[in-house]
């Protein structure tokens, strides 16, 4: 499979990713997914809006059982494979080969034995249960790390867009719906940064969270959210559309981001005057540009200088390596970008509406829902939804490499 | 200005001491103007933000040196955090009346020009956070910088173990941060003020790190000899005793410039962390000849200073050559200021 990807751009820089040790599950068979390319391009674009019931009862879920089920039994190295755990699925496997195997000799035996027949029959109906739950058992096995990077630290940048006060205003809601959020799944979390407007909105902020698997959990929000209301500052009544942006990034290692002291300009406001013991402040807050790329970070959450410089420098690595990450990947197809949770940043992801008292997630069918205020509560309504486009994603990667195997068995 | 800052500092104590409202209608404010603050702040509103948004107005009007970021953090330790950004979403919480009158006790003092760490009674350095008492000088963010660079070096020898003296060490930020980072540091920490010593000894415990440091209240003469000032029982024989690092922020703001000083920083912490004397070496050149006997060879000093000294320090290790010091590297802090020197004892050519 390596030959066959061998002088592909994308490949290659998959594969030196890899050997960075960033994505660490799912790379090899995205391999095998960009190697047949996805042709199917209103699949692709309708990614999040399977309506496809991917249960054992489709005969192509089958299909692609028995292929996984034969790549086992043949002991190799097989890409395929490499996205299950097999610690798991193994004794499935195993079990599966034996029920099937014993069909198949009960039907030889009907063959040669028609007066056998109905006893035949109800042991075979035995079994087609036994296996009818199995599949079920190694369907989920299969589902479980679908579609999961199982990132631990990320960085949630939340950005105020078209709308201008208004848009800072909401801005803080989403920001309270996050912390909320951040509280209910009971993970950690620290504010490096937080712009508040006059009005009390947000321009920017900035949240480093830890728990586990934080990432799969947030991925989601990625993208733009746009709400329609009547502002608080709005006299005469009108409806408004603004937008807040959220990025969720893993926070990326020195390792992975090596970062040169000298590309880097770091400013604190202490910058006047004789400074060290002339001056006693208590704004430890600090700046870094990274010359090169020319992004500019900010941290103020700590009393001490160092801890908001090294906060400050995990933020840069942080949008370094997305830059760096668009840049290479803008060939990449939707579904690795899906996959890495990156999305579209510019695309409009959800919709909150006020007045009908309405949110609606626009990448999966009936993603409508209602209560707002308690959806911006950051509870169990927003868990539900993650789930529902977790689902929702890793069904479709499934049914992609169904596909897959479907059209390389032809 | 020594009597001011006598009664400054003691009425500030008796207010975080807590008899803080007979306190200031007696000695501090006009009877109408502690009505008004009671008034206005307490009777009506408790919630966060009007409090934060009532004092930062109160302080900006006395001309208090950052007035948003003082009450942030006065409010912030009433709540129990060290980070002032939680304090975003808190700002609809009502303290309650005992939280409304110790936040008022603190800002008096605050008002009264008492730095903030002094005023929540504690400050992070680097990965530590330290308890800090007036006068005990409080730690700066440029010294995290020395810490780092001592670090780096500590990194680079291979001795299992370093043995490291620092010279005035106030409230122990370094020598604890060293410790505190490294597990090969054993250090011995001096202070000229007994308070200090007192300070860095709880810090010290705080921090659990009781067994890597010793802590002697001794004074830096200016023949560069150390003299013991208390009887402990920790005898170390500073003139015969070798060290692989010196590390120190002495004084060094010159005599002169004392009074330009904020108030928070001429009234309320100890003068003898910050005068340098004339040209601010007072400290600096007894700590080069007390390096320059006890170092070990390829021993290191690590010192802050002002801007103006690298230039004689290295002056001085040149003139002065049978010290057997190099001057090896002047550091820069984040503004770009030259602020850190290493001076290097070589070996007998």
Redesign the interface.
């Known amino acids: 499979m390596l030959a066959l990807i061998h002088g592909c751009r994308m490949n290659v820089l998959l594969r030196r990713l890899t050997v960075r040790n960033l994505f660490v599950c799912n790379d090899l068979f995205i391999f095998q997914l960009l190697n047949h390319k996805i042709k199917d391009k209103t699949f692709v674009n309708k990614l999040f809006s399977t309506s496809l019931e991917l249960t054992i009862a489709n005969p192509i879920v089958n299909k692609y059982l028995d292929y996984i089920m034969n790549e086992y039994k043949k002991g190799k190295h097989n890409s395929v494979l490499e996205n299950i755990d097999l610690r798991v699925a193994s004794h499935l496997l195993e079990s599966r080969q034996l029920i099937i195997e014993n069909i198949e000799a009960l039907n030889e035996m009907i063959k040669q034995d028609p007066e056998m027949k109905k006893l035949a029959d109800e042991e075979q109906s035995t079994y087609k249960a036994q296996l009818l739950e199995l599949d079920n058992k190694l369907l989920d096995v299969i589902l479980l790390n679908l579609g999961k990077q199982g990132y631990n630290d990320i960085v949630l940048e939340i950005t105020a867009g078209v709308g201008g006060q208004e848009a800072m205003l909401f801005a803080a809601e989403l920001f ?1 719906m996050y ?1 909320g959020y951040i509280y209910y799944l009971g993970f950690t979390h ?2 490096a940064e ?1 712009d ?1 407007s006059s009005t009390g909105g947000i321009r920017h902020a900035s949240i480093l969270i830890s728990g586990e698997a934080a990432f799969d959990k947030l991925k989601y929000e990625g993208g733009v959210h746009r709400v329609q209301r009547i502002p608080y500052t709005e006299k005469s009544g009108r409806v408004h559309t603004s937008t807040v942006s959220v990025a969720v990034l893993p926070q990326v290692s020195e390792i992975e981001v090596a970062l040169d002291e000298k590309d880097l300009k ?3 406001k ?2 006047s005057g ?11 807050a ?1 700046r870094i540009l990274h010359i090169p790329t020319g992004i500019a970070v900010e941290c ?8 908001n410089k090294e906060t400050a420098l995990t933020r840069l690595r942080t949008k370094i390596y997305e830059k760096q990450l668009n840049e290479q990947m803008a060939s990449t197809s939707e579904m690795r970008r899906r996959q890495m949770g990156l999305g579209n940043r510019n695309e409009k992801i959800r919709t909150y509406n006020y007045n009908q008292d309405r949110i609606t997630d626009h990448r999966i069918s009936n993603g409508t829902l209602h209560n707002l205020k308690g959806f911006l509560q950051g509870g169990e309504a927003l868990e539900d939804l993650q789930m529902r486009l977790q689902d929702d994603l890793q069904k479709n990667i499934l049914l992609e490499a169904i596909k897959d195997v479907e059209r390389s068995s032809k | 200005m020594i009597p001011l800052s006598f009664i400054l500092r003691s009425r500030c104590r008796a207010a975080l001491s807590g008899c803080a409202y007979n306190y200031l209608r007696v000695n501090i404010m006009p009877a109408a103007r502690v009505k008004n603050f009671c008034r206005s702040s307490s009777v009506h509103n408790r919630t966060i933000g009007h409090l934060l948004d009532h004092w930062s107005r109160n302080f900006e009007n006395d001309g208090i040196s950052e007035p948003v970021e003082s009450i942030e953090h006065i409010v912030a330790h009433v709540m129990g955090t060290k980070k002032i950004l939680d304090l975003v979403n808190m700002r609809e919480r009502e303290l309650t009346k005992e939280e409304v009158e110790k936040l008022e006790m603190l800002c008096q003092c605050r008002l009264s020009r008492m730095p903030v760490q002094y005023i929540i009674g504690e400050w992070d350095f680097r990965d530590i956070t330290l308890n800090l008492i007036p006068p005990v000088f409080i730690p700066r963010p440029e010294t995290e910088i020395l810490v780092d660079i001592v670090l780096k070096q500590l990194s680079s020898t291979q001795q299992e173990k370093c043995r490291i003296l620092e010279i005035g060490c106030g409230s122990g930020a370094i020598s604890l941060a060293l410790a505190h980072s490294s597990d090969k540091v054993q250090s011995v920490a001096i202070d000229v003020n007994k308070h200090a010593c007192n300070l860095t000894r709880s810090n010290c415990k705080n921090l659990g790190l009781d067994d890597r440091l010793t802590i002697i209240n001794a004074a830096l003469e200016k023949d560069g000899i150390i003299k013991i000032l208390d009887d402990t029982e920790n005898k170390i024989e500073f003139n015969r005793e070798e060290f692989d690092f010196i590390v120190s922020n002495p004084p060094y703001v010159p005599t002169s410039k004392l009074s330009e000083l904020a108030p928070e920083i001429k009234i309320y912490e100890d003068l003898r962390a910050l005068d340098g004397g004339s040209d601010g070496l007072d400290v600096i050149k007894p700590l080069l000849r007390y390096a320059a006997k006890a170092l070990k060879t390829d021993g290191s000093l690590f010192i802050e200073v002002d801007t103006s000294h690298p230039e004689y320090i290295v002056f001085f290790t040149k003139k002065y050559s049978d010290l057997k010091l190099k001057h090896l590297h002047t550091y820069k802090d984040f503004c770009n200021n030259d602020r850190f020197v290493q001076v290097l004892k070589f070996r007998d050519v």
């Open positions: 309270d912390l620290s504010i937080q508040i770091i400013e604190t202490r910058a004789a400074g060290g013991q002339h001056v006693n402040t208590t704004d430890s600090v103020q959450s700590d009393r001490s200088q160092l801890k």
